[in-house]
């Protein structure tokens, strides 16, 4: 399942962004950690930083209040010189669409209850290793996901190096039990008029998470009309969304005419309960009309018009000179006279 977030690293002297792809619910897939210099030109010590991966389990983990859940983190080095680096546990701030941010210390709730063993990693060329997380689970948590990072960060012994930035890691800890979930979503972006005046038209679905908990959905979006002979399907993998929070799915259409008729039919499905799922249903049609064809009406009624026209005109007819002169009555009478 897959589910993307934007991570903010924190660094040791300054605050820098750095993007990460989750290619689970629970799982890190790693991103190249960037080095920022000042002064004279200086080679750090160790591999490149580059280099630098991190990966969690692909699942949830269970972690019942009181109990010890376990987990590991696997850190890697996929270049051919020595890389050093820590592993520290840290806080993470749920934002929209996907967005994180770890930041140092760690989160209150886990402050002494987590374990990372080894904490310290020396990783030779081409090299994987694993660290043990454990988290003794607070007692008296609600049914709920928990969101559990670390970041790792690369050792530079450079002096030129000014800013390192972390990569962060991010675990689920699900406490199962009953809970309370829901889900909204509406429409944005295309026009109330129902009218794209382009050749194409796009939107976005907003689902927002209005419970008590975090949800997993996932969305198929039809989309059917005219000039298209068949319909098409859009399915997006499974997000989660904690409470309070959105996440917008683009939807998009085009016509190569520039001109059509469509029908969105959107349909989200989460999970309700752990046995059931709830469901959002939304229908949204739209006219795309490139203005082009403002253009193309008016020459095609003047070319029919001038069809018409010349359909209905009288046919031409050929002109005779006509003279006068004596008719053959007068011209017999002056004859006959003597």
């Known amino acids: 399942m897959a589910l993307l977030f934007r991570v903010r690293g924190c660094a040791r002297r300054r605050m820098a962004k750095v993007a990460i792809t989750v290619a689970t619910i629970a799982t890190i897939v790693l991103v190249p950690v960037s080095v920022?210099?000042?002064?004279?030109?200086?080679?750090?010590?160790?591999?490149?930083?580059?280099?630098?991966?991190?990966?969690?389990?692909?699942?949830?983990?269970?972690?019942?209040?009181?109990?010890?859940?376990?987990?590991?983190?696997?850190?890697?080095?996929?270049?051919?010189?020595?890389?050093?680096?820590?592993?520290?546990?840290?806080?993470?701030?749920?934002?929209?669409?996907?967005?994180?941010?770890?930041?140092?210390?760690?989160?209150?709730?886990?402050?002494?209850?987590?374990?990372?063993?080894?904490?310290?990693?020396?990783?030779?060329?081409?090299?994987?290793?694993?660290?043990?997380?454990?988290?003794?689970?607070?007692?008296?948590?609600?049914?709920?996901?928990?969101?559990?990072?670390?970041?790792?960060?690369?050792?530079?012994?450079?002096?030129?190096?000014t800013v390192v930035n972390d990569i962060g890691a991010l675990v689920v800890l699900n406490v199962p039990g009953p809970r309370f979930r829901k889900l909204t979503a509406s429409f944005l972006g295309l026009s109330w008029l129902n009218l794209s005046l382009s050749g194409a038209a796009s939107g976005i679905v907003r689902v927002k998470s209005v419970g008590a908990s975090t949800l997993q959905f996932d969305t198929t979006t039809e989309i059917n009309g005219w000039p298209s002979a068949k319909p098409s399907y859009f399915t997006v993998q499974p997000h989660l969304l904690p409470p309070g929070l959105y996440r917008d799915i683009p939807v998009q259409v085009s016509s190569f005419l520039g001109l059509g008729w469509y029908t969105f039919h959107t349909t989200l499905v989460y999970n309700l309960t752990d046995q059931t799922t709830g469901d959002v249903v939304l229908t949204r049609s739209v006219v795309v009309l490139n203005p082009l064809w403002f253009l193309v009406f008016p020459f095609l009624v003047l070319v029919l018009f001038a069809a018409r026209r010349r359909r209905h005109k009288p046919p031409r007819r050929g002109l005779h000179r006509v003279t006068r002169g004596p008719s053959p009555a007068r011209r017999t009478r002056r004859a006959s006279r003597p």
Do not use: C, W
Not at 45 to 64: E, M, Q, R
Not at 75 to 96: M, R
């Open 36 to 161: 920022s210099a000042s002064g004279p030109a200086q080679k750090a010590t160790g591999g490149s930083v580059a280099d630098l991966a991190v990966s969690s389990p692909p699942d949830p983990i269970t972690a019942a209040p009181g109990a010890v859940a376990a987990t590991t983190l696997t850190v890697g080095n996929l270049g051919h010189g020595v890389l050093d680096v820590s592993i520290i546990a840290a806080s993470v701030t749920l934002l929209d669409n996907g967005g994180t941010r770890f930041s140092e210390p760690a989160d209150p709730l886990f402050v002494g209850r987590t374990s990372v063993v080894p904490n310290m990693l020396s990783l030779a060329g081409h090299q994987e290793r694993r660290v043990r997380i454990s988290v003794h689970m607070p007692t008296g948590l609600s049914p709920n996901d928990y969101f559990l990072g670390f970041l790792v960060t690369p050792l530079i012994n450079a002096s030129s190096v």
